[in-house]
């Protein structure tokens, strides 16, 4: 599938002539038109040996010309060409800028990095369905907070993730992570609080809570050397990473979390404090996870 095309146009006297690279999601592939038609063409996957190694098209002009032209990645998101006409240089895209990738993107592209990200696509595309409970489960909570109240809405989020857990049974997609126990307790002690209090302020004030005791939780796995929350959370995350660390940051930001979450409901009320929770606080967690995540790998 194309996501982009980059259109180069060689000034060769004569004739109207047209590069077209195309950016797939497998690879990349370079076409040569010559007055409308195309006269060469040639493609290279992401599973090649060499994945960004520069084309060479090449075709005869009708008045016996040898037309060459190279193409290739210059950055990340630009693609250079030359063209040369019986071997001398005629035109460039970037006159004097080599068509070549920067050697720390180049570096990227190494078999082992490549092997790599493969690794990290295949654990991302099964993880993908317990991402999609987790963020419907918090826009269900989103929509019955605002259509009823806070209390009614963890008691339904609660319900739901036990159907959750029931589902889980009988499929073999993982619909939960690699926190799937933790978070069903956590779940059923929000809604028992909820049930218990039947209070905004108290269901907002209990968010807090359960926030703060979750990073209590991972803070002593951390001491214990990570080995039950920290490596749940490493199976459910890419790359090799070492539990301690993983669960001793995520405490840390578990307790940074508690802390603006209280900040907002005292400054903000329930409608900030909804926003906060459903729409900002997550890509903010996300970010700093990816950094917890870099300082852990092994």
Same mark, same amino acid.
């Given at each position: 599938?194309?996501? &982009? ?13 047209? *590069? ?5 999601? @497998?690879?990349?592939?370079? %076409? ?27 075709? @005869?002009?009708?008045?016996? %010309? ?20 019986? !071997? ?51 826009? *269900? ?8 109240? +806070? ?26 992570? !690699? ?21 905004? %302020? ?22 214990? !050397?990570?080995? &039950? ?24 930001? !578990? ?17 900030? &404090? ?13 970010? +700093? ?7 852990? %790998?092994?």
């Amino acid at each position: 599938m194309r996501y &982009w095309r980059y259109r180069h146009r060689p000034a060769i006297a004569g004739h109207d002539v047209c *590069l077209l690279i195309d950016a797939h999601v @497998t690879g990349w592939e370079s %076409r040569l038109l010559v007055d409308g038609a195309e006269v060469a063409r040639q493609w290279s996957g992401l599973d090649s040996a060499d994945p960004l190694a520069n084309h060479g098209l090449a075709t @005869t002009l009708p008045d016996g %010309r040898e037309l060459a032209v190279e193409c290739g990645y210059n950055s990340l998101a630009t693609t250079g060409a030359a063209a040369y006409v019986d !071997g001398r240089l005629v035109w460039e895209s970037h006159p004097g800028r080599p068509i070549a990738l920067p050697a720390r993107v180049k570096a990227m592209a190494n078999p082992e990095r490549l092997a790599q990200n493969k690794a990290h696509m295949a654990q991302l595309k099964r993880n993908w369905p317990a991402m999609a409970c987790d963020i419907g489960i918090g826009l *269900l909570f989103y929509a019955v907070a605002k259509l009823v109240d +806070l209390p009614t809405a963890a008691i339904v989020s609660a319900v739901a993730g036990i159907m959750l857990a029931v589902v889980q049974r009988f499929v073999k997609v993982d619909l939960l992570g !690699g926190l799937a126990r933790f978070g069903i307790v956590m779940g059923l002690v929000s809604a028992g609080l909820a049930i218990a209090f039947r209070d905004d %302020r108290a269901v907002m004030m209990r968010s807090t809570l359960m926030g703060t005791i979750t990073a209590l939780a991972f803070l002593g796995d951390a001491a214990l !050397g990570g080995r &039950w929350l920290g490596k749940g959370l490493a199976n459910y995350m890419p790359g090799p990473l070492d539990p301690r660390r993983l669960a001793l940051g995520i405490g840390l930001l !578990g307790l940074a979390s508690a802390a603006a979450e209280q900040t907002i409901i005292i400054m903000g009320g329930k409608d900030a &404090w909804l926003t906060w929770t459903t729409f900002i606080e997550m890509p903010v967690s996300v970010a +700093l996870i990816m950094l917890i995540a870099h300082h852990a %790998r092994v």
